[in-house]
């Protein structure tokens, strides 16, 4: 090779070296979306590093969720008539919105919007990555009393949440966010997850490290967005789908929405319910449509009771930044920080003052307070919900939008009139101005409770005019025509989830402002109101204190079957070693609960004082139920209590199927029931459509056939117990329809065994 060769091939090797390196360096440096999931509580919910809260924001178009979009009760999803349900999911999704002007470049034709998430049209969730978010990190923090093990965990933080999640995103207007949210599995506080935002204007745009502006920010405007369905499961079970009342052209329009909304000002709450059933109130909750399904899913507590969708959820204000909100003075242009004074926007009283203006010149806040039937980026834009000319309505005396009090004079009015339609709801805070390296920050709540307070009237003047009143469920059920009951509360109670004295959301809600503030606050339980009245966000710490009682915590235990006996429960006592400056006592009781699924109802079983050792410092139950067949699937929890009636959440699930030891050669293996009516099933959590294989080795394959030869399902066996269940789900996500099928059994040496069982639906 020649002189010149070399050179040029040592050149073009030090080229690919420095590509190969650029491509390390890109790939080891770029963020990928990711999530996280809070499932500590019994409010479970999906959080993004885009700015997503829930799934993507999506209304038509999907049978099944596959992680919790503000899940309430948690673990909800279920089989009814052999049919899967995701579950009680209450949200078709949310996020942040941002939006605002270099001060080089005003005007809404150069406006910058940022959209994490909560964006879509119909079956087209917009998803913001790489277009308007740019994911940077997400981590989840456990903060549990007890490690895996069941031993104490070292590092446990009082102070803190037991669960808690941090992601951040830059935006392409240069502001990154970070968000931290806490969840916790005390009962009064498990119903709620607490979010903490920061609004940093970093000027990074792309979420790259080069920073591309450094110009002051005007007129942002920050919104919180959420699409409130309460809830999936209720609206599948009468309408196949999760969608205000079908079959109308433009159901939301025409006021036929079963979905109700309200904005409750003593906690600057905004939440939706169901309120009907193709306007017929008496099916508000969306009682289970067949009546002899409800009267028992009603008397036994099953898939949460007789109404399928009696969640009241929503969203509570706690904190919002007051500090860089722009000053405007109509009287003075030349400090002015906004555009709404050159635009001529804002509403002027008689006396000719700006009366949205507060004593420092700034606007009172909350600035929009929205409800929208959809809510896709351009649709946005084009009527400028985010602009700072745009202002749907103010609270002013003598007026429709009368105010609850005279605080609220001259905020954002809650469209009360749109409140039939209340999928969407935005509540905006701002406009505001910053500086390169200024933060923003701003506080919420996510809050599910049973049902609203009936006894309030929520809108307007200091008699709350009431426009829809909130449903509690002490109401009349009636199906087909045929009463059922007159007071559903009263003739079945409430479902166990709800599992303290904090039943409605707005009880919840206070909760989430006392853990915010770490103090209580005086309630009235006449009024339903806090007894000094109205809650201000500015009153609160920009922090939350979250100084809570602690119960004692639930011990890790185990579940264990025996050959041809009971199911045996064993736990050590590492709890009662648990210390806590706010313990409400310590454990001296454990109470053992068993369920056919995780949403309950739960069975009480029995109780274990403290020092009723079985061996050693270990505790030993034998669930000696009969009744519990080998095969089935059932769940366990053990809840820790104090003296003075404090409990632990059921945060210790085991699920447990009873089986015997596997077979060690293979013989004749048995399909159970066979043959398979929906009403002979096995019973627990997928009860109505599980079918059973018996006779099994440790590993086997077994292969499924339709009558016709065609391969329906392979399931893969690798444990070393006796059987396993099927939930007659085919290979393509079908269900089984009625014939007669076939089965071989195979194991890794070439043993077989044949079969088959007949579907009779």
């Not at 829930?54 to 503000?70: V, W």
């Amino acid at each position: 090779m020649n002189t010149n060769n070399q050179k040029y091939c040592a050149k073009l090797l030090t080229q690919i070296i420095l590509v190969i390196t650029l491509f390390t360096y890109i790939e080891s440096s770029a963020q990928s979306k990711d999530f996280r999931t809070h499932t500590r509580g019994v409010l479970h919910q999906t959080i993004y590093n885009t700015g997503e809260v829930g799934r993507p924001a999506q209304i038509l178009g999907f049978d099944k969720i596959l992680s919790p979009s503000m899940e309430w009760p948690g673990y909800s999803a279920t089989v009814v008539n052999s049919r899967e349900y995701s579950g009680q999911h209450n949200a078709w999704g949310g996020g942040i919105w941002l939006a605002g002007n270099l001060v080089s470049k005003p005007g809404t034709a150069k406006r910058i919007y940022s959209f994490c998430g909560g964006t879509g049209k119909g079956d087209l969730p917009e998803l913001p990555d790489d277009i308007w978010a740019f994911p940077l990190s997400i981590e989840k923090i456990e903060n549990f009393p007890l490690n895996p093990d069941g031993t104490l965990n070292a590092s446990y933080d009082p102070d803190e949440a037991e669960e808690i999640i941090i992601s951040k995103w830059n935006t392409n207007l240069g502001i990154t966010v970070t968000r931290t949210s806490r969840a916790w599995s005390y009962p009064d506080y498990d119903d709620m997850i607490i979010y903490e935002y920061e609004f940093e204007y970093t000027g990074n745009i792309d979420g790259d490290p080069e920073i591309e502006q450094t110009e002051q920010l005007r007129d942002v405007i920050i919104s919180f967005d959420y699409s409130l369905g309460p809830s999936l499961y209720g609206y599948q079970r009468w309408y196949r789908q999760w969608k205000n009342k079908p079959g109308l052209v433009d159901d939301l329009a025409l006021g036929y929405s079963d979905l109700k909304g309200w904005h409750d000002p003593d906690y600057w709450l905004s939440y939706s319910q169901d309120g009907g059933t193709a306007g017929d109130t008496t099916k508000a909750g969306k009682p289970e449509p067949d009546a002899d399904l409800f009267l028992e899913f009603a008397q036994t507590g099953k898939n949460g009771g007789g109404l399928g969708s009696p969640q009241a959820v929503g969203f509570t204000i706690l904190y919002y930044d007051t500090e860089h909100l722009a000053v405007i003075d109509p009287s003075n242009p030349n400090v002015n920080e906004s555009e709404l004074v050159t635009q001529g926007t804002l509403t002027q009283d008689g006396g000719g003052n700006y009366i949205e203006i507060d004593n420092n010149k700034r606007l009172k806040q909350p600035y929009n307070n929205l409800n929208e039937k959809q809510s896709y980026s351009t649709r946005v834009q084009q009527l400028g919900w985010m602009d700072v000319d745009y202002k749907e309505a103010i609270y002013q005396t003598g007026t429709d939008y009368e105010p609850p009090s005279a605080e609220w004079e001259g905020r954002a009015a809650y469209l009360f009139d749109d409140s039939q339609r209340a999928a969407k709801r935005l509540l905006m805070f701002g406009p505001y101005t910053l500086d390169q390296g200024e933060i923003l920050k701003f506080s919420l709540a996510e809050v599910a409770g049973f049902g609203g307070e009936k006894s309030k009237q929520l809108m307007g003047g200091v008699d709350y005019k009431q426009w829809n009143i909130a449903n509690s469920w002490n109401t009349k059920v009636s199906i087909d025509g045929q009463v059922l009951t007159e007071d559903y509360v009263a003739d079945f109670g409430i479902p166990d989830y709800v599992n303290s004295d904090v039943v409605s959301v707005q009880d919840v809600t206070h909760k989430a402002w006392e853990a915010y503030r770490g103090v209580s606050i005086p309630f009235d339980q006449t009024t339903k109101r806090p007894v000094a009245g109205f809650l201000w966000p500015t009153e609160n710490p920009e922090k939350g204190v979250y100084n809570l009682d602690v119960p004692p915590p639930a011990p890790i235990f185990t579940a264990s079957s025996t050959e041809q006996g009971p199911v045996t429960i064993s736990w050590e006592n590492h709890v009662e070693s648990f210390a806590h400056p706010k313990l409400t006592g310590p454990v001296n009781e454990y109470f053992i609960y068993r369920s056919e699924s995780r949403i309950g109802p739960w069975k009480l079983l029995d109780s274990v004082s403290v020092g009723n050792y079985s061996s050693g410092n270990s505790y030993l139950y034998e669930d000696i139920d009969p009744t519990f067949k080998v095969g089935e699937t059932k769940y366990y929890s053990i809840v820790s209590s104090d003296a003075n009636g404090n409990y632990s959440g059921k945060t210790n699930f085991v699920k447990h199927t009873r089986s015997i030891k596997a077979v060690t050669k293979l013989d004749e293996v048995h399909v159970v029931p066979n043959p398979f009516y929906i009403s002979s099933g096995f019973e627990g959590e997928a009860a109505e459509g599980m079918l059973g294989f018996y006779g099994l080795p440790e590993k086997c394959t077994i292969n499924i056939y339709s009558f016709a030869g065609q391969l329906i399902q392979s399931i893969e066996h690798d444990e070393p117990v006796y059987s396993v269940t099927w939930l007659q789900i085919s290979r393509n996500f079908q269900e089984l329809a009625s014939g007669m099928y076939y089965f071989v059994v195979r194991t890794p040496d070439g043993q077989t065994s044949k079969g088959k069982f007949l579907v009779i639906k």
